[in-house]
């Protein structure tokens, strides 16, 4: 009986591998029982996932279909393509993430187990998607946007607390909203199929940005209970609150999600750094 993999090792097959099926292996043992994590070893960095010539990464995207476009089969197959390897990006992510702190409590370890686990579900449920559109993720562009953050964030002096407010409390607060109004879109459109795949994404976000904010606190007793200054003196720049939104704002999803009311208000009325500086007048 051979020896059963361990969270380390599952980490580094899913970012040393690149074929999609190894990125999306379930993290259990043959026999569906949980990885065993008693021995994390030293810190693993990688600075990118192996990836097949298929499935690389690239600068830049096109625009994504505006809610209204879904009526087109093209648009929805795109936006479908991007959300998937949203997806897929934030699987690596959080492989990167295990790898790179082996000493962080054993209980946000698991939290950011499950949480990859349920990052693949939906990729899953994205290129299934996808495939009923007649296309496969190899004919879109797979912007690299997340791992384009990753030097920022190897690079914080907060370490983990960084991961938390770029992954948990940025990219995945962003997608709240995102989800919603592409809900929606999918809906007028007929295609209630990827509207329900958005609303499951939807709901498990709640409970990933819910994690994030609970850990990112636990792991800055110097703020107390003040989730905002946890955030601004953990994320790293570029990414910022302005940010950690679209354009039509889900306050209730963020207060399932257990973020305080000043947290959401900072996050409401966050602008951007253009939008400061277009305001300013000249003296």
Not at 108 to 137: N, V
Not at 205 to 211: G, I
């Amino acid at each position: 009986m051979g020896k059963e993999p361990s969270i380390r090792e599952f980490c580094i097959n899913l970012l040393d591998q690149g074929d999609l099926a190894s990125k999306l292996a379930p993290p259990r043992t043959a026999h569906g029982a949980p990885l065993a994590d008693n021995d994390p070893g030293q810190a693993i960095f990688r600075s990118h996932p192996a990836r097949e010539p298929k499935l690389s990464l690239s600068s830049g995207a096109e625009p994504l279909p505006r809610p209204g476009q879904l009526r087109q089969a093209e648009a929805r197959a795109r936006c479908l393509a991007r959300f998937a390897h949203h997806e897929l990006m934030a699987v690596e992510l959080f492989a990167w993430a295990l790898l790179r702190w082996p000493d962080l409590p054993a209980e946000l370890r698991r939290l950011w187990l499950a949480t990859l686990a349920e990052e693949q579900i939906h990729c899953r449920l994205y290129l299934d998607r996808l495939a009923a559109h007649g296309s496969d993720l190899s004919e879109h562009c797979r912007s690299d946007y997340f791992w384009k953050q990753l030097p920022a964030i190897e690079g914080s002096p907060h370490g983990p607390k960084a991961f938390l407010a770029a992954m948990g409390l940025t990219l995945e607060q962003a997608n709240l909203d995102f989800t919603l109004v592409y809900r929606d879109g999918f809906r007028e459109a007929g295609d209630l199929q990827s509207a329900q795949v958005c609303q499951r994404v939807h709901d498990d976000e709640v409970l990933h940005v819910r994690r994030a904010a609970e850990w990112l606190i636990r792991l800055s007793p110097e703020h107390g209970e003040d989730g905002v200054a946890a955030y601004e003196e953990s994320v790293p720049f570029p990414l910022a609150a302005n940010r950690a939104k679209g354009r039509r704002f889900d306050q209730k999803a963020r207060r399932s999600a257990g973020l305080s009311e000043a947290f959401i208000e900072h996050v409401r009325t966050a602008r951007s750094s253009q939008q400061v500086a277009g305001s300013t007048k000249p003296s």
